[in-house]
């Protein structure tokens, strides 16, 4: 990341900690699912405020997933936008990000899940969010998003079955302004393309990873590292029995859900050395799957 340190006047904008009002009308697993693409998670946003035309570092904005809620600010300034994510509970959580319509509210949203309508609205746009963090797992994730009101939701299923989403676990937060912040200078570049992926020679250890999406479709980047003895089949399995159960046959970093042809987003990652990771995309109509380790 480059940050400017003469820039150093922080606005810290309202960090709103409270827990979300349970959800006490459990959506039908089959209807929140409708709405995967939108999964993402919270955001607590530090901006950095500088005078002047001089572009901005910064600050990371802390996003922390836990049973069953966001935790973040509900205000922030749009533009370059930095979250740092965090899984910070004890179950699986993603980050699905959705942008709701002019006027539309959180409570919009709770209705709509809570009536059992199976057609997706057409007043929230997927934008992208973070998908599968293991707990304990972080990931930085810087972006450019316009003003407006979004939204964090998080589909995985509780054990129980019951998503987590309907537990409460979703958050609204405002966009407004502008940052005035540039994007980071990438350590590498992961490109999607029309094949597959373009994975560069990676090393270990902390960087800031551009994913690139030069496919003239949608495309998502997951990257996950299965752990010993376990295949993709393993996962493919432990998905289609629901991903709240049982022991993950893989540790889950995050990474991209679905970003629009010829868009970025920038991960700061720790990689380990001599991890193989798997980096997989099943957004299309063909799954692309490739691996690397850093050295
Ligand atoms: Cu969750």
């Known amino acids: 990341m480059t940050s400017d340190p003469t820039c150093r006047s922080l606005e810290v904008v309202t960090v709103d900690g409270r827990q979300s009002p349970r959800y006490a009308q459990v959506a039908v697993l089959e209807v929140v ?26 600050e990371p904005v802390e996003v922390r997933g836990d049973e069953y809620a966001f935790v973040m600010p509900s205000e922030g300034e749009a533009g370059v936008v930095r979250f740092d994510i965090s899984n910070a509970g004890e179950e699986l959580h993603e980050f699905a990000l959705g942008r709701l319509a002019e006027g539309k509210t959180i409570a919009d949203v709770k209705a709509y899940l809570a009536s059992g309508r199976e057609d997706p609205p057409a007043w929230i746009t997927d934008v992208g969010g973070v998908p599968l963090l293991s707990p304990g797992e972080k990931l930085g994730l810087t972006r450019e998003l316009e003003a407006g009101t979004y939204v964090f939701l998080c589909f995985i299923p509780s054990p129980k079955g019951v998503p987590h989403v309907a537990l409460g676990m979703l958050k609204s937060f405002e966009l407004s302004g502008d940052s005035k ?52 089949e393993d996962l493919e399995r432990f998905f289609e029995t629901g991903e709240g159960k ?9 990474a991209m859900q679905t970003i629009p042809a010829g868009t970025s987003v920038y991960i700061d990652v720790n990689l380990e050395a001599g991890v193989e990771y798997t980096l997989a995309d099943n957004s299309g109509d063909r799954p692309f799957v490739t691996t690397f380790t850093p050295a």
């Open 181 to 232: 912040a540039e994007l980071p200078e990438p350590d590498a570049v992961i490109v999607a393309n029309d094949g597959g992926f373009e994975v560069p020679e990676l090393s270990a250890g902390e960087q800031t990873i551009e994913l690139r999406n030069a496919d003239d479709t949608e495309r998502e980047f997951f990257l996950i590292a299965l752990k010993p003895g376990k295949t993709i």
């Open 33 to 58: 699912r409708l709405l995967a693409g939108l999964a993402a998670s919270a955001i607590a946003l530090l901006v950095v405020g500088c005078g002047g035309d001089e572009a901005a570092a910064v």
């Open 246 to 254: 049982g022991e993950p046959p893989a540790r889950f970093h995050g």
